[in-house]
DNA sequence: CGGATTGTTGAGGATACTCAAGTTAGGTGG
DNA sequence: CCACCTAACTTGAGTATCCTCAACAATCCG
């Protein structure tokens, strides 16, 4: 049986290259390995930090919910992503909830040996840096759209993204490889599922992309980053 | 003459405080001191990267334009603060536009040095994740606001930061102590310059804020926090 | 097969944008 | 020191986008 863990495919995450085999499998043995069925969370809002996770393989959703109980995505955790850093953002609560979207496994430490673990190996503190810089540079390009970008092109530039992290090419296109739901889809773009769905009703008429319940395929993702990019107007 | 350099401030940033007095003497022996007067740019988008800095004194605000040129504030960089470290997000260019708001002072490294310093000063390593993890919860923040809140509620947040990361008690109020442009809080809330005038000369009818070019002096923060958390209605 | 979750589509309306014209403040040079 | 010029700001009117509300349809799962 298939457990998600896989030493060859861990081995080559980009956060443990730069280690040697006996520091890799030192940080391996520190580590519990967990399984979360789709739908479980691996950790809650605002509930205390006590890991720090490597995901192995499958996906999570982690999401920010405001006062008021309107949700955010913060971001789609992709295999080899280092999540629940909560640490790095000096803080002992996690600041989001992490949701499976489909069965995943995990590697798990004490967040206690986080600083320990930066000091004893910097490679990993360069690989956290760079996590880190990523997400942030995905956060500025967010709120630039969000800013600036009319909605429809913010749909777009939000299913290129799931495409580009989490997309598998297929002779039709790109499939979206994990289920979204429109629902997904609005709270990454900052819209509602409905405007949601008008847009891929649209698109898919016009053959750009193919739906489904929580499916989504990019048949013509070249189209899709012109409409993103306002190079050629939207389809409403 | 004020220079702008002052070893006793400068010693006492976050990012320096856990260096020994000689390792603190060693870098900044390395670095190189800059002055650029108010309106002048630090670097400019798309720029090659050939240092990283930390402003000493004044105020900095970083940009970002879009292919069509519209723009967005990224953030207002305060003494102290790193900024700059497009190697931690690797890259060779800087992502953005950095503006002196007033005249301001800085200290200024080789980019090449980056990996260097984060090897020789761990505390330093520390210090820049700290930077970064702010960074992430403040844009995450701020997409959040832009994702689910109205105008009204996001100048209050963003007025309300403004005055967190660089205000001044004053007996009336909270100074907002660097010009501040109606245009720069609307960069920054994601809005129109017209509606943010709209809103602060209600406000400043209410007593909430008063206004001037370029001037912000909140006087009533608490109730400006209630507007912003949606807890009593807005004036518009 | 039935219940629940997810998605579709329409109508109506509010928020905030665009366009437009004018006012105020501040700096600059004569 | 005053006049001018520009940048910052104000205010109004009209309207587009997109949200809310609502009802219904499709799909999945047990």
Redesign the interface.
């Known amino acids: 049986m298939n457990t998600g863990f896989d030493r060859t495919s861990t081995r080559s995450f980009e956060i443990f290259s730069a280690l040697s085999d006996s520091q890799f499998d030192n940080v391996i043995a520190t580590a519990a390995h967990r399984h979360v069925k789709a739908g479980e969370a691996v950790f809650e809002q605002g509930g205390e930090a006590k890991s720090f996770f490597v995901l192995v393989s499958g996906r999570l959703r982690v999401t ?1 919910v ?3 109980g ?1 949700q ?1 995505i ?1 971001r789609i955790v992709v295999p080899g992503d280092l999540f629940g850093i909560a640490k ?3 803080r002992n609560d996690y ?1 989001g909830t992490a949701t499976a979207l489909v069965d995943s496994a995990l590697l798990a430490w004490p967040t206690a040996r986080w ?1 320990g673990f ?2 004893a190996y ?1 490679s990993m ?2 690989g ?3 996590t ?6 995905e ?2 390009s ?3 759209e ?3 970008e009319e909605v429809e092109r913010r749909v777009a530039h939000t299913v290129l993204r799931l495409g580009n992290q989490s997309g598998r090419k297929e002779a039709a296109g790109v499939r979206i490889d994990f289920p979204v739901s429109k629902q997904d889809i609005a ?1 990454l773009s ?1 819209t509602t599922l409905h405007t949601v769905s008008r847009i891929l009703t649209a698109w898919e008429a016009a053959g750009l992309v193919q739906g489904g319940r929580q499916k989504l395929l990019l048949k013509n993702p070249h189209r899709l980053l012109l409409i993103g ?2 190079l050629v107007p939207g389809l409403l």
């Open positions: 920010q405001t006062a008021e309107q955010v913060v790095a953002l000096q600041p600083s930066m000091a910097p503190a360069v956290a840096m760079q880190m810089g990523d997400r942030l540079q956060a500025h967010r709120l630039r969000m800013a600036t709270e900052g990019d306002g």
